[in-house]
């Protein structure tokens, strides 16, 4: 018997759960370690039954995660996940099941690459003012089939020996705050959201209590995003504790938003991470995919 909201959360989370999904993940086409294919291919060997790929700012990747998902039999949902921001607060959205051709959307993401790129370039200045020698043909180097990120510049900075992991790396010079920091592009979560929205897509708040630790935003936050057409909250994530997944799920119902969730999976195995059920940690549960497909259906005016 499939789950339904009105079956509460601990029935829920007591259940025997068999079929898993992973609805965020990046390739080599952002900060990701593996090709599309291979992300597949990861996923396809776990046994999950649904993956979606959800590179930052790009859809570059997703014809050919599809591709790989028909020969691998397991579905691919296209998606994308883009930075904005509501007042003083920034997030990440995720997008599933939107045409990248469409215009809207192509124009936003080439927005979104340009300030990346814009970014990249202070982020390299300023370390070169430090005496730290990187170029953007080392970060280029690094990043072979994709565009390049803070992900690529900590690697580059490992790799000179400069610190010892990407970890440090994030800490001493590219984390809000540290000596080579730089601001982003900001651009408002209405818009993005209408973006997504208008490319055929649904769209998702990605790991909300990673922006606010105390839950005390996300219930306002949740309802100005409900009203700018959110569909959606990421309520399963790694790092999202069993007290904070519960009131996750308590604000997603209380807002009419359905659940997601995934591993934010980069190419790194980690415990728990991807869905593997040899692990018990993290898990994303097949039950909550069929809501989404139906309102993504809905959105696009379709019957499933």
């Known amino acids: 018997m499939a789950w339904t909201p009105k079956d509460g959360y601990s029935a829920f989370l007591l259940r025997r759960i068999m079929d898993c999904i992973d609805l965020h993940t990046h390739s080599c086409c952002s900060d990701g370690m593996l090709t599309p294919a291979q992300v597949v291919d990861w996923a396809a060997d776990r046994g999950l039954k649904v993956v979606s790929l959800t590179d930052h700012d790009t859809m570059a990747g997703v014809d050919m995660a599809m591709a790989r998902g028909a020969e691998r039999d397991i579905e691919v949902v296209p998606g994308v996940e883009m930075n904005a921001w509501q007042g003083m607060v920034s997030m990440h959205i995720l997008g599933y099941w939107l045409s990248a051709d469409h215009p809207e959307i192509q124009r936003k993401l080439a927005q979104m690459q340009s300030g990346r790129k814009d970014r990249n370039a202070r982020i390299v200045d300023k370390l070169n003012r430090l005496g730290i020698d990187v170029t953007m043909e080392d970060l280029h180097a690094l990043a072979p089939c994709g565009q390049i990120g803070r992900p690529h510049i900590a690697r580059a900075l490992v790799d000179r020996g400069v610190c010892r992991d990407s970890e440090k790396a994030f800490a001493q010079y590219l984390r809000r705050?540290?000596?080579?920091?730089?601001?982003?592009?900001?651009?408002?979560?209405?818009?993005?959201?209408?973006?997504?929205?208008?490319?055929?897509?649904?769209?998702?708040?990605?790991?909300?209590?990673?922006?606010?630790?105390?839950?005390?935003?996300?219930?306002?936050?949740?309802?100005?995003?409900?009203?700018?057409?959110?569909?959606?909250v990421e309520v399963y994530y790694p790092a999202h504790s069993v007290r904070v997944t519960r009131a996750l799920y308590r604000m997603a119902h209380t807002h009419g938003l359905v659940m997601t969730g995934g591993s934010d999976f980069h190419g790194s195995p980690r415990k728990g991470k991807f869905g593997d059920l040899t692990e018990r940690t993290f898990r994303v549960p097949y039950h909550l995919y069929p809501l989404l497909k139906e309102k993504s259906a809905l959105a696009r005016g379709k019957e499933l």
């Open 177 to 232: 705050g540290a000596v080579a920091y730089a601001e982003r592009s900001k651009h408002p979560a209405q818009e993005v959201i209408a973006a997504i929205r208008a490319a055929g897509g649904i769209a998702v708040l990605a790991h909300p209590a990673q922006m606010d630790p105390s839950l005390r935003i996300l219930p306002d936050l949740f309802g100005t995003l409900k009203d700018f057409g959110l569909d959606g």
